[in-house]
């Protein structure tokens, strides 16, 4: 069930079974097996949009010698309101257009595609290369920081939908209780760019008020663009609450990954980043921009297949 605004979900969380990989979706049977990685392949990361640009931009802080390379889907953007399985096969087909141009890492920046594609992708690519994602990052940290058990959560229908962020949660802290709200308009209005509006106040105010309501002291941002208005979120919760987000957990754990793989990079040299979108390449450019907060130059065009009714971004 998919929950409005002005409705929240309150559970002990949830262990709903893995997904699989569904009947005549379109995509291949498993993603084709990837060439011995080298330390001097970039990480890759993919996002529905340019949302992802908030995890890339605490893993170029937190690792400079590292390469990295970035797909957005901005052609079939938005995701939060997608079914489980057009998720799965969008995830596996950029996965697999990374993996053939070779990575020693695949990152998973989009919340709604971790919710539904994680467990297919972690069987499809176990002992292949190394796949981090966000949802239990984030998930770890709000259970260790809420002292009343009380943890909210915002995200994309699809991700509220998952019961990703339920499981997740109660893997770290089984007794906490997962408040979580839906907003399929958020992310556009933060992606369609421009000054924060009065559009956004709404959708904001009205995304906060369950979670007051419920009295919750740690808030969970479970979508990439929301960092992007974390000074909104934080002024309509209230400074006691804690936010969190996936960007710096995700380069921990990117950190972590390397070196367990002994994949890491010389410290001593500067990394490249490199950028590939599905849709419109300048307009990735320009909105990229704001997300990244660093400069972005060439846009390589991927085509995909873009459902119909859907308009590319």
């Given at each position: 069930?998919?929950?409005?605004?002005?409705?929240?979900?309150s559970?002990?969380?949830r262990?709903?079974?893995?997904a699989?990989?569904?009947?005549?979706?379109?995509?291949?049977?498993t993603?084709?097996?990837?060439?011995?990685?080298?330390?001097?392949?970039?990480?890759?990361?993919?996002?529905?949009?340019?949302?992802?640009?908030?995890?890339?931009?605490?893993?170029?802080?937190s690792?400079?010698?590292?390469?990295?390379?970035?797909?957005?889907?901005?052609?079939?953007?938005?995701?939060?309101?997608?079914?489980?399985?057009?998720?799965?096969?969008?995830?596996r087909?950029?996965a697999?257009?990374?993996?053939?141009?070779g990575?020693?890492?695949?990152?998973?920046?989009?919340n709604?595609?971790?919710?539904?594609?994680?467990?297919?992708?972690?069987?499809?690519?176990?002992?292949?290369?190394?796949?981090?994602?966000?949802?239990?990052?984030?998930?770890?940290?709000?259970?260790?920081?809420?002292?009343?058990?009380?943890v909210?959560?915002?995200?994309?229908?699809?991700?509220?939908?998952?019961?990703?962020?339920?499981?997740?949660?109660a893997?770290?802290?089984?007794?906490?209780?997962?408040?979580?709200?839906?907003?399929?308009?958020?992310?556009?209005?933060?992606?369609?760019?421009?000054?924060?509006?009065?559009?956004?106040?709404?959708?904001?105010?009205?995304?906060?008020?369950?979670?007051?309501?419920?009295?919750?002291d740690?808030?969970?941002?479970?979508?990439?663009?929301?960092?992007?208005?974390?000074?909104?979120?934080?002024?309509?919760l209230?400074?006691?609450?804690?936010?969190?987000?996936?960007?710096?957990?995700?380069?921990?754990?990117?950190?972590?990954?390397?070196?367990?793989?002994?994949?890491e990079?010389d410290?001593?040299?500067?990394?490249?980043?490199?950028?590939?979108?599905?849709?419109?390449?300048?307009?990735?450019?320009?909105?990229?921009?704001?997300?990244?907060?660093?400069?972005?130059?060439?846009?390589?065009?991927?085509?995909?297949?873009?459902?119909?009714?859907?308009?590319?971004?």
């Amino acid at each position: 069930m998919v929950y409005a605004l002005d409705r929240a979900v309150s559970t002990r969380a949830r262990r709903p079974p893995p997904a699989a990989a569904p009947p005549g979706s379109g995509a291949p049977a498993t993603i084709a097996p990837v060439a011995r990685s080298d330390r001097s392949l970039p990480v890759a990361v993919f996002d529905s949009g340019v949302g992802g640009l908030t995890v890339l931009h605490e893993c170029l802080v937190s690792l400079p010698h590292e390469d990295f390379l970035y797909l957005g889907d901005t052609a079939r953007f938005p995701y939060g309101d997608r079914s489980a399985e057009e998720l799965l096969g969008f995830a596996r087909e950029l996965a697999g257009i990374l993996l053939d141009r070779g990575a020693k890492l695949l990152v998973i920046a989009c919340n709604s595609a971790t919710s539904a594609a994680l467990p297919v992708l972690e069987e499809e690519l176990r002992g292949r290369v190394p796949l981090v994602a966000v949802v239990k990052p984030e998930s770890k940290l709000a259970a260790a920081a809420t002292t009343t058990g009380r943890v909210g959560l915002i995200a994309t229908p699809a991700t509220v939908n998952s019961g990703a962020y339920a499981q997740a949660l109660a893997e770290e802290a089984p007794r906490a209780e997962l408040h979580a709200v839906a907003s399929a308009e958020l992310a556009p209005l933060i992606q369609a760019g421009g000054e924060v509006d009065h559009r956004t106040l709404a959708c904001v105010e009205g995304a906060c008020r369950p979670l007051k309501q419920a009295q919750v002291d740690t808030v969970i941002l479970g979508c990439t663009h929301y960092p992007l208005v974390r000074p909104v979120l934080q002024r309509e919760l209230g400074r006691g609450v804690t936010i969190v987000s996936s960007g710096e957990a995700i380069a921990h754990e990117v950190e972590s990954r390397l070196r367990e793989a002994e994949l890491e990079n010389d410290a001593a040299r500067r990394g490249n980043y490199s950028f590939l979108a599905t849709g419109d390449p300048e307009q990735f450019r320009r909105a990229g921009t704001r997300f990244l907060q660093l400069p972005i130059g060439a846009v390589e065009h991927v085509a995909v297949a873009v459902p119909a009714g859907r308009r590319a971004a």
